[in-house]
């Protein structure tokens, strides 16, 4: 079965996670490097980096604006730096916040927005830049967990704002087994988001597990092992131990401020190296599905955005939930990414009282299908085939 997501990681970089020849201050330099920056600096997780960020930036008690159409997490690090979030619907025809909406949200006590790239799509920086332009106390923080190379007319959206956030677990574009980082040309900044992580993480020191577990998930997601991994998972004896969110809660996991090690510095630093490869053939997979579903289901494409890098090729269909089950009869994981609507769940239902309406992001949250983009040409015409079989 071929499984919806897994790591761009071969035997060398597991090799290299048990060696653990590289720092963690190795790691953040070439990572600086790759996205052009003065400055990265490493934590454990993506959402542990957003909410010392925002502990940096003095956010405590302001409003933040974030899209509904994202990841549960980036609420959750807003609440959790004592912030409150302000949800923004989604614009018409794309993934991404309408910034629109989003200008209409700003208060006095707006401190920041998250301007996010979803799905690797590139927000407007041009609407970014009018918006900025006209509320200059607004800070903006560019989430660049879905996005990394994403461009918009050649710009990089992470050196479009005070700081931009990246989530390095196994599920992201590129990956250090676990891992978030932060990068900024201001370094004042980055003077204060070392001395906030100083203060506020615990040194790891669990190479051995991590390098295991990164082994251990590359091989459960290889296509003929993963058939197996698929039918335990299936008897529900995986979902209720992985499942990452629980919809009434506001949490981090129990290790999110212990600090990534030498394991995940080394797989980390060679995913730098190997960085525009990864981009480079996810963009061209992305576009063998935009040929070869535009006979079957040209309205369910995504749009064609120049500068997107695909962390994930999204369809919007009628009925997902029945071509995820039809798929995964013919050999093919298909997801439903992401099917919540943040300012819905039962944990935000009061704190966002007044806040909407997010009608676009239900239609979304209803109809989204994920296609899986780390694939060669050869599974990628067979995932075509299945779809045009079951659609
Ligand atoms: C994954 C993700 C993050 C945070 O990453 P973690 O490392 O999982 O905490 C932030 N924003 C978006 C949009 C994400 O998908």
């Known amino acids: 079965m071929i499984p919806r997501l897994r790591p761009a990681i071969g035997l060398a970089d597991i090799g290299a996670a048990f060696r653990a020849r590289s720092s963690v201050a190795d790691f953040e330099r070439a990572f600086a490097a790759t996205m052009e920056q003065a400055h990265a600096i490493a934590f454990p997780y993506g959402r542990t980096a957003q909410m010392l960020l925002m502990e940096a930036l003095d956010l405590k008690g302001r409003e933040v604006i974030l899209p509904a159409y994202t990841c549960v997490v980036v609420a959750h690090a807003i609440v959790l730096a004592g912030a409150r979030p302000v949800f923004v619907d989604s614009e018409a025809g794309g993934f991404n916040m309408d910034l629109d909406k989003a200008e209409a949200a700003i208060t006095a006590e707006t401190g920041a927005i998250i301007a996010t790239s979803i799905h690797g799509y590139p927000v407007d920086l041009d609407r970014l830049d009018a918006l900025c332009a006209r509320h200059p106390q607004v800070t903006v923080i560019q989430d660049c967990a879905h996005s990394f190379a994403a461009e918009w007319k050649g710009r990089p959206l992470q050196k479009h704002g005070r700081a931009a956030i990246f989530g390095l677990n196994i599920s992201k574009l590129m990956t250090s087994i676990f891992g978030g980082m932060i990068t900024t040309d201001d370094a004042d900044l980055a003077a204060r988001l070392r001395q906030v992580r100083d203060v ?192």
């Open 200 to 391: 506020r993480l615990e040194a790891g020191g669990r190479g051995l597990s991590r390098a295991l577990y990164l082994a251990a998930a590359t091989t459960a997601l290889a296509p003929p092992v993963f058939t197996l991994v698929k039918r335990i998972s299936d008897l529900g004896l995986i979902d209720r131990f992985v499942r990452y969110y629980d919809e009434t809660l506001i949490d981090m996991p129990g290790d999110h401020l212990v600090q990534i090690g030498r394991a995940e510095a080394s797989v980390g630093v060679r995913q730098c190296m190997a960085y525009r490869g990864i981009i480079d053939r996810r963009r061209r997979i992305a576009a063998v599905y935009d040929e070869a579903l535009a006979e079957v289901l040209p309205d369910a494409r995504p749009p064609l955005v120049e500068g997107a890098t695909y962390s994930h090729y999204v369809l919007r269909v009628a009925d997902p939930d029945r071509m995820v089950k039809a798929a995964a009869r013919h050999g093919i994981e298909l997801g439903r990414l992401i099917d919540y609507c943040v300012p819905d769940m039962p944990a935000y239902k009061t704190l966002t009282a007044g806040q909407g309406p997010f009608d676009r992001t239900r239609q979304l949250n209803d109809r989204v299908l994920n296609l899986p983009v780390w694939v060669d040409e050869t599974q990628a015409r067979r995932v075509v085939e299945v779809i045009k079989d079951i659609a």
